[in-house]
């Protein structure tokens, strides 16, 4: 017992532990004793001895099988209260960890009556002939083991990547990847980092401890510093395993004092260097080569999914928005209008709006000018309405404006002050009937409709019906330059 508790004490100082885990040596030193002293008081007490002409008996063998299972019992139960007083952690029995030191234990016990057979013939002799092998066999145990743990994480890298590339939006990506990833690697800090941006200097996207998501405020520093910049510039992952290995490096500030270990990747995207990921630990040598491989391939699937997802978002995009004025465009207002009539509201309603005389307009200054004109109304248009509803253009020189949870006189009041804008602002656009595109000031005017729902209609088509009914019959053909709502 004493010579296993100094190799013990050895085995928990090679680990590197922090000053707050200084406590793990009593603590671990302490269960071994009173595992050792109460197993082997129960082998005593069922008549177990250490006489060499009782111990090999078969008919004893059953003793030391019940000194083995005392031990693991024990020595399970020990250890599951530590953890639950110290770090509230529920008791699981049966974790592949305790399974994993059963098994162990198994394989060793016939070698173990072997090597004390072997001692009681032959002295200290027997630890070259018993001791040696038994140190061999925990030798490929443990790389077995080690392989497995490799292989396990590699299939979550891969089930990770998988899931990555799914995700439709560059923000869903880089959280899921947040998330995921203190399951491959668990570290006290997660930074990614951008490093590709038209500032030329280095942001953070995203921070998280222990797994979990924060804020965390660092200021942009440039695009070559620290070891982001030396990540980038290399386009090389590296392992430090202690704060003089990088201290000098650190530009940034952005690591805690008690940081030691760092595990640096580049995320690439087309052969560039778009981003960098950090890992950081309080631990010395808390990062090992395999790892580093394992936060190549997720950073590889990483940079996969972020360029997928902004392609994505790109097309979505662009089949939303009208091309000329980039505006919102009638198929993203229709679904846009269905979307709201399928929810619960108290009131929707819908301004639509047609420029008065317009291809008056394009005949007079020539098409040119009119898109100038649909361009600069819809930038008015943008401002005026800012975060109040749901802008679109509708076809034409004609655009719409979904507001949710506005009555039907609110609606008017705004459309009126719309009205009142467009009137008293003329429009500044270039002639292209003219030979010098000369640069005039044209006034121009608009008709609006106004409809409201439940009042005015029961579902998407029919509010769309009566505020381009309104709009027509009510303000076009009234003389133009008006407000009209509905009536029924």
Known sequence: MVLTQISFIFMLLMLRLRRDEIY?????????????????????????????ST????????????????????????VLTARYFLINQKPQFFTKDAIWDLASSLIVL????????????????????????LIGIAFVMRLYNSSQEINRRLR????????????????????????????????????????????????????????????????????????????RITKQGIIYNSKKEWKHLDRGGFLPKTTQSVLAVPIVRNSLVVGVLILASEKKRAYEQYQLMIMNILCSYLGVAIENARHVEETKKQSER????????????????????????????????????????NDTYGHQAGNEILI?????LELLISNKGVLARYGGEEFVILLSKVDKAEAYDFAEFIRKSI?????????????????????????????????????????????????????KQAGRNKVAEYVG
């Open 24 to 52: 793990r040596l009593p603590l671990n030193s302490l269960i071994f004793f009173l595992v050792c002293l109460v197993s082997g008081l129960i082998y005593y007490a069922i008549g177990g001895t250490h006489d060499y």
């Open 55 to 78: 111990v090999v008996q078969p008919a004893n063998l059953w003793m030391i099988i019940v000194y083995l299972f005392s031990y693991y019992i024990l020595n399970t139960i020990f």
């Open 110 to 133: 016939p070698i173990g009556i072997i090597l004390f057979d072997l001692y009681q013939q032959l002295g200290y002799l027997a630890i070259l002939f018993g001791g040696v092998p």
């Open 156 to 231: 979550k890298a891969s089930e990770i990547g998988h899931q990555l590339t799914q995700r439709l939006q560059v923000e869903e990506v880089l959280h899921l990847f947040v998330e995921k990833i203190s399951a491959i690697l668990p570290s006290e800090q997660t930074y990614i980092f951008d490093v590709f941006n038209k500032e030329n200097k280095i942001h953070l996207l995203r921070y998280a401890e222990q797994g979990i998501e924060k804020e965390k405020e660092i200021q942009p520093f440039p695009i070559n510093a620290g070891i982001c910049g030396f990540v």
């Open 322 to 361: 009208c091309a000329l004025t980039n505006l919102y465009n009638y198929r993203y207002f229709e679904s846009a209008i269905e979307e709201e009539f399928n929810k619960e509201y108290s009131h929707l309603s819908l301004i639509l709006l047609d420029i008065d005389h317009f291809k008056s307009i």
């Open 376 to 380: 600069e109304l819809a930038r008015s």
């Open 423 to 475: 009137e008293i602002q003329p429009f500044s656009v270039h002639s292209d009937l003219d030979e010098l595109r000369s640069k005039i000031l044209i006034p121009i005017t608009a008709s609006i409709g106004v409809a409201s729902a439940p009042d005015d209609a029961e579902d998407a088509q029919t509010l769309i019906r009566h505020a381009d009914r309104a709009m027509y019959t009510g303000a």
